[in-house]
């Protein structure tokens, strides 16, 4: 038994430390995932906007079933018109991905700007801090990245997707590696 918080995380760094290489192998297949999300981008986009609209499916089939489960409470038919609405997108992602990647684009692209002016406005919030640069310059690039897709918009639309997932692939990877190497070297 761990006799203090320090000990037991210090055991259960230990503990993983054994399945380092599960870590690592996950962050090989995730960079090989990458690599072939970017050598097809418009497949990578089209996979994106389908597994968001089975993602809506699922997501409309609980809502149908929680409306019938909440039976005569009040808030019946909102949560049957939520399965519903949420069927229809659903239903019209898979009818035409090509709008759905627009739309997602154009989505994609405004929430980045809006992340980077918070990032921004934050970091001048903590600006005496150190290191309050970092946030600074997450915000510009969030939001550079943004205001870029924003332009490119809806041209990028095939491909600006299947980068985003690619790119977090490949991220995913390399944290998942590094992480499982880390865990081999405090064992």
């Not at 996950?26 to 968001?52: D, R, W």
């Not at 229809?88 to 035409?96: E, M, Q």
């Not at 946030?135 to 943004?146: P, Q, R, Y």
């Not at 809806?154 to 998942?176: E, K, M, R, W, Y």
Request: aromatic share 12%.
């Amino acid at each position: 038994m761990y006799s203090t918080r320090a000990d037991f995380e210090l055991g259960s760094i230990r503990d993983l430390g054994i399945k380092w290489g599960w870590f690592a192998a996950l962050g090989i297949a995730l960079i090989i995932l990458a690599c072939v999300a970017f050598a097809n981008l418009i497949a990578a986009t089209v996979a994106s906007v389908f597994m968001i609209g089975l993602l809506m499916m699922v997501g409309a089939v609980l809502h149908i079933i929680h409306a019938f489960r909440v039976g005569r409470w009040s808030g019946f038919l909102f949560w049957l018109a939520a399965g519903l609405l949420y069927g229809v997108a659903g239903f019209l992602t898979f009818y035409n991905p090509l709008l759905a990647a627009a739309v997602l684009t154009l989505i994609l692209s405004v929430v980045l700007i809006a992340a980077g002016i918070v990032r921004i406005w934050a970091s001048l919030k903590v600006r005496p801090l150190r290191g309050w640069g970092w946030l600074a310059i997450s915000g510009i690039v969030t939001a550079l990245a943004g205001i870029v897709f924003a332009i490119g918009w809806p041209a990028n639309t095939l491909f600006l997707l299947g980068i985003v997932l690619a790119v977090d692939l490949l991220f995913q990877g390399l944290a998942s590696v590094g992480f499982g190497l880390a865990l081999k070297a405090a064992r």
